[in-house]
Each structure stands twice: as structure tokens, then as C-alpha cells.
């Protein structure tokens, strides 16, 4: 038997509509919980102070600044890598099983849990490379973490940039790497940038892979090859030993926080940087 | 009328494909050549063997020559991005860059990286004229191009093409999608141009090349059936392949 028409329209619009109040609602608790507990405990020492007694006094100075550079070394590594692998497989290769090959392992990488990350940055950059516990090799574990996500969101954008741009800017006499930086790049931007960002919101946000690579040191780190605790790692130490969980809600809602703020940093210099190009 | 291209032999193929069959053309100094024929003919593939934009698909690859002053351009010696700026290519829908009208048709000159600004200021008026576009678009140079109406974005290819100071002008069915006005204009444009320029124009609409052509050449399956004066070729063509085409009896 058909519904109505219109009794079907109306009861899936609210059949959708439930399910999008019912996310909305998960995510706003989860945030409302981490805020409610963390932010009375918050005050401007809290963010400049580095930690005293393991955690249990003092700030989360050195924690922010780790989880900074560690997040900074990663993105500038595997950024590059990244997008210049996409631009090679999509402008500069013929679709084949090679590029077949690198496809299907970049979404392999993208799937192993981060504390393999973990284990293989330790063998190589910990030991075998003697990099120790420090920011590069916590820095190059998060970055051959988020390479994958990195490479086919870019390859992504790329692809959707239309061919007759291509066409337009070979026509004109542009090289291959002319047409590539001035044309599909400016275009693929907003996609590209949108991956980034959701690899910064996971090496920000990444424990396992870090804990065996950057080691958990409270102290700031003076070179890159210092060990340093990030803000995750922190709020795990302080929150699995029980050394006080207010100040791992402090942790926790600090994290929120400039997850949000990155986002919202990057959307608004997106929004510029399109209605500079259209 | 001196000899501007000279195709010989010219063969070309999409992997086991053959699409154009050992073509033998002269392309004139300063004319419109009209290239007709029905779909699947040749012609589109005839004008991006001429620019080389051809190499672009995969599978691409061909047989014979095409001289332009003595020089083949598919010698390996080739420079392939400047060819393509002295063969300017106009397509069938218009694609404006995502970027200012100015930066539009500056945007080749701006790759070969030479023109200081005020000169391409300059340079960049005189096509906006010479396509009439000048008038209509003077005061906003600033503005997205994707924000012009269809005629006037492929009058700004046009100008974009100019741009580049190239020798010959290739239209591929520069009209299709424009309504009669701005088709005319078009066509305007073109027969200004032709003083300048060699022009070569693709077309499906068979009146436009007795509207602008000076000759007139036909294509069906990959050969060229004829070439000659446009006249002759709509009024008393050789071939009776020409003839039912022209008088519409296919294609």
C-alpha cells in the first residue's frame, strides 16, 4: 500500500529531522559536559604556568607549546608530502595500476589504528634512527599518520577541479606546473585546506602514537629533539593515574577550545581567499 | 596569399582509433578557413592536432607533418607551450578562469612573465576593444569573470587569446551555446580580426562558415573531402558528399 503523499513527505522529513536533533544533541553534551567540568577550573595561570607535582599543581604551558610544535612539525612535514603526491597521481601520471597501488595502500594507512603509528615511530625514529623520545620523532609518527588522509582528500579536491580549466590554461601556454599552481591548486584549495585541517584536528587530539614517540617529559621543549608532553597525552597521564581529574578537564577543555578556534581560523581565511578567486 | 600552414599527410590516432586520414591542406595567410563536416568528423580533432593540444589525451599519436614557416611542429625540438600561445584556441563553451576579468586576460602573458604593469594595462585594454567587450566591462575589471553573461564570456576568450599576440586564432564551434546576437557579434569580431590574424573556425553551423569564411574545407570520417573558396564550395562543390552536406540532405 502507497502512504499519502504527503504523509510520507512529512514523516520522513521528521523521521531526518530526528536523527540530525539527536546528533546535534550528542555532540553539544559532549562539549557542555568537557566545558561545565574544565572550565572552573580554567584561569589565565592555568594557560602560562607549566605543571607542578606531575600535574596535580601549576598550568599547562609546556603541554600547549608541545602539542604546538609536535602538531607544527607533522602538518609541515606531511603537507607537502601530501599534496605533491596527489598533484603527481592525478596531473603528472596516467591512471595505472602503480597509481592504482599507492591509492589502495594510502587508504590502507588511513585505516591502521594510531598506536601502530605508535609502535613503528618508536622502532624506527626512537631507536633505530636514535632521534630518542623527542618532538621529530613524535612529529614524523603523527605525519606518517595523517599522509593518507592528506593525499586523497587533496587528490579529491584536485580531481573535482573542472578539465576545462586544464584545457583553458594549456591553451594558453602554461607548463604543466604553471597550470598546476595557478590554476588547479588556487581551485582545489578549499578541499585541500579542509584536509589539513582534519589531520591537524587528529595529531592535536592523538595519544597513542605520541606517548611512544614524543614520551611524556613536563618540561618545555628547547630543540626538536627534546621530549615533550602533549596536551592529550597529558590529560591521559592525569586522568589514568588519577592525579587529578579537575585538571584534566581544565586539559580536556583547553583542547576543545583551540580544536574550535583552528577551525574557525581556517574557515575565515578560507572564505577570504575564495572571494579573492571567484 | 602565402602559405601559412601546410598540412601534409597528417594522420592521426586515439589509440587503435583513426580519426584523421592522411589530411594535405594549406592553411592561407590572413584568412578565415571554415572547417565543416558533421559530428565525429575530424574537424575539432583536425584544429587540436594544429596547437598540439591533442598530446593531451591519453593515447594520442599521429603521422605526417604540420609545417608552420618551414618548421614541423611535431619535431621533438618543440616548444609545446609556446606553440599553443601562437595558435590561440578559442572553445566551443566558454571558460573564464575563476579570477578577475583583468587577470582573465592577462593571464597568459602573466606565464611568459614579461610585460611590465602599465603595459599590461594597455594590453589588456586593446583586446577588451577589439572584441568590443571594452564598454560593457571597463568599470568592473575587478569583478569575477564568471559573473559575465555567456556572449560576453567567450568575447573575453577571445580577448584572452589576443593576449598572447599569437598568429593564428582557432575557434573551436566558438557559437554553439550563444544566442543570434551575440553570435553575431562574434562573427563581427572575426572579420575585424582577420586583417591580423589567420583564423581558423571550426563549425557545425553550416551557414556561419558561408557567413564568415573566406575557404571553406569538409570533412566526413577523419578525410578531408574538399577544400576551396566558400563559394564554390556551397554553390558548386566537386565532391557529392559536399553537396548533400551543405544542402542539409545529411549530418
Known amino acids: 500500500m502507497r502512504l499519502n503523499p504527503k504523509v510520507e513527505q512529512g ?8 536523527m540530525t536533533a539527536a546528533t546535534v544533541f550528542i555532540l553539544l553534551s559532549i562539549i557542555v559536559f568537557i566545558l561545565r567540568k574544565g572550565l572552573p577550573v580554567l584561569d589565565f595561570s592555568f594557560l602560562t604556568k607549566n605543571p607542578v607535582d606531575m600535574g596535580r599543581g601549576g598550568g599547562i604551558f609546556s603541554t600547549i607549546i608541545g602539542t604546538l610544535v609536535l602538531t607544527l612539525v607533522a602538518v609541515l612535514i606531511a603537507a607537502p608530502f601530501g599534496v605533491g603526491t596527489a598533484i603527481f597521481l592525478t596531473e603528472y601520471t596516467w591512471e595505472n595500476r602503480v597509481t592504482r597501488i599507492i591509492r589502495f595502500g594510502a587508504d590502507c594507512l588511513a585505516g591502521i589504528p594510531s598506536i601502530i603509528f605508535g609502535l613503528f615511530g618508536f ?12 618532538v621529530l620523532s613524535g612529529g614524523l609518527t603523527l605525519a606518517f599518520m595523517i599522509l593518507p588522509t592528506i593525499i586523497r582528500t587533496s587528490e579529491e579536491a584536485i580531481k573535482s577541479v573542472p578539465a576545462a580549466y586544464r584545457q583553458v590554461s594549456f591553451s594558453l601556454g602554461s607548463t604543466r606546473w604553471q597550470m598546476v599552481t595557478r590554476v588547479v591548486l588556487p581551485a582545489a584549495l578549499p578541499g585541500i585546506v579542509t584536509g ?8 592535536i587530539g592523538e595519544t597513542a602514537a605520541v606517548i611512544f614517540t614524543a614520551g611524556s617529559a613536563l618540561h618545555l621543549p628547547t630543540s626538536i629533539f627534546s621530549s615533550s608532553r602533549t596536551m592529550a597525552v597529558h590529560f591521559y597521564i592525569l586522568a589514568r593515574e588519577g592525579i587529578s581529574m579537575s585538571n584534566a578537564y581544565g586539559t580536556a577543555a583547553i583542547l576543545v577550545i583551540s580544536v574550535l578556534i583552528i577551525n574557525l581560523l581556517t574557515y575565515y581565511l578560507m572564505e577570504r581567499f575564495i572571494r579573492k578567486y571567484s | 596569399m602565402t602559405t601559412a600552414i601546410a598540412v601534409r599527410e597528417f594522420s592521426h590516432f586515439f589509440g587503435s582509433l583513426q580519426t584523421l586520414r592522411r589530411i594535405d591542406l594549406d592553411v592561407l595567410s590572413n584568412e578565415i578557413l571554415g572547417v565543416i563536416g558533421p559530428a565525429r568528423s575530424g ?13 593531451l589525451i591519453r593515447g594520442s599519436r599521429t603521422e605526417g607533418t604540420i609545417e ?13 607551450a609556446e606553440l599553443r600561445r601562437r595558435l590561440g584556441m578559442v572553445f566551443a563553451t566558454p571558460v573564464p578562469l575563476p579570477r578577475s576579468i583583468f587577470e582573465n586576460v592577462a593571464f597568459g602573458t602573466r606565464l611568459s612573465g614579461k610585460k611590465n604593469g602599465a603595459r599590461l594595462v594597455e ?13 560593457e566591462v571597463k568599470d568592473r575589471l575587478d569583478t569575477s569573470a564568471l559573473k559575465l553573461s555567456g556572449g ?12 598572447l599576440r599569437p598568429d593564428f586564432i582557432l575557434l573551436d564551434e566558438p557559437c554553439s551555446g550563444l544566442d543570434p546576437i551575440s553570435t553575431a557579434k562574434i562573427e563581427d569580431s572575426l572579420r575585424l580580426l582577420k586583417r591580423d590574424y589567420t583564423i581558423i573556425l571550426v563549425t557545425n553551423n553550416t551557414k556561419q562558415a558561408a557567413r564568415v569564411a573566406d575557404r571553406t574545407a569538409f570533412f566526413l570520417n577523419g578525410e578531408l573531402i574538399e577544400v576551396g573558396p566558400t563559394d564554390k564550395i556551397f554553390t558548386a562543390p566537386n565532391d557529392q558528399r559536399t553537396d548533400d552536406y551543405v544542402r542539409g540532405r545529411f549530418g
Open chain 2, 123 to 135: 594590453l589588456v585594454q586593446e583586446c577588451l576593444v577589439r572584441t568590443s567587450l571594452w564598454e
Open chain 1, 196 to 203: 589539513i585541517i582534519l589531520s591537524i584536528g587528529r595529531s
Open chain 2, 152 to 163: 560576453q564570456q567567450q568575447r573575453l576568450c577571445i580577448a584572452r587569446v589576443l593576449a
Open chain 1, 123 to 134: 622502532i624506527l625514529f626512537v631507536t633505530k634512527l636514535g632521534f630518542g623520545w623527542s
Open chain 1, 11 to 18: 514523516l520522513v522529513k521528521a523521521g531526518l529531522q530526528v
Open chain 2, 43 to 55: 574537424k575539432s580533432t583536425f584544429l587540436g592536432a594544429l596547437n598540439r593540444m591533442n598530446d
Open chain 2, 68 to 80: 608552420i614557416k618551414g618548421k614541423n611542429i611535431y619535431d621533438p625540438d618543440i616548444n609545446v
